[in-house]
């Protein structure tokens, strides 16, 4: 049996059968994270076309390395939005308790 899985902007066929799961990651988006599988026989990073085979005990499809991809594809602008968030919830307010005019 297939299952195809849209998971984190990345489409991933899961072939399932009584010994084993074969994930084939078959497309990602422009911004979609790198993603591996994790399970008691190892880690296993997913590529687009390279099937990954597992034992059907179980494991998760998660997120690699994320914190490294944030900070290499993402500038960190926090204070930036911190103050435009400030600007918002003062203007917000001062139409909420001077009301429309």
């Known amino acids: 049996m297939t299952i195809s899985v849209h998971y984190l902007g990345s489409l991933m066929?899961?072939?399932?059968?009584?010994?084993?799961i074969k994930i084939t990651l078959l497309s990602s988006g422009p911004?979609?994270?790198?993603?591996?599988?994790?399970?008691t026989e190892g880690v296993f990073n997913l590529e687009r076309g390279s099937p990954v085979t597992i034992s059907n005990t179980g494991g998760t499809?998660?997120?690699r390395d994320f914190k490294r991809q944030i900070s290499s594809q993402a500038c960190d602008h926090t204070s930036l939005h911190i103050c435009i968030l400030f600007l918002v919830?003062?203007?917000?307010?001062?139409?909420?308790?001077?009301?429309?005019?």
């Open 13 to 20: 066929d899961f072939a399932v059968t009584e010994k084993e």
């Open 31 to 39: 911004i979609s994270p790198s993603l591996k599988v994790s399970t």
């Open 61 to 63: 499809v998660c997120v």
């Open 89 to 101: 919830s003062f203007c917000l307010y001062l139409l909420v308790t001077n009301g429309y005019r």
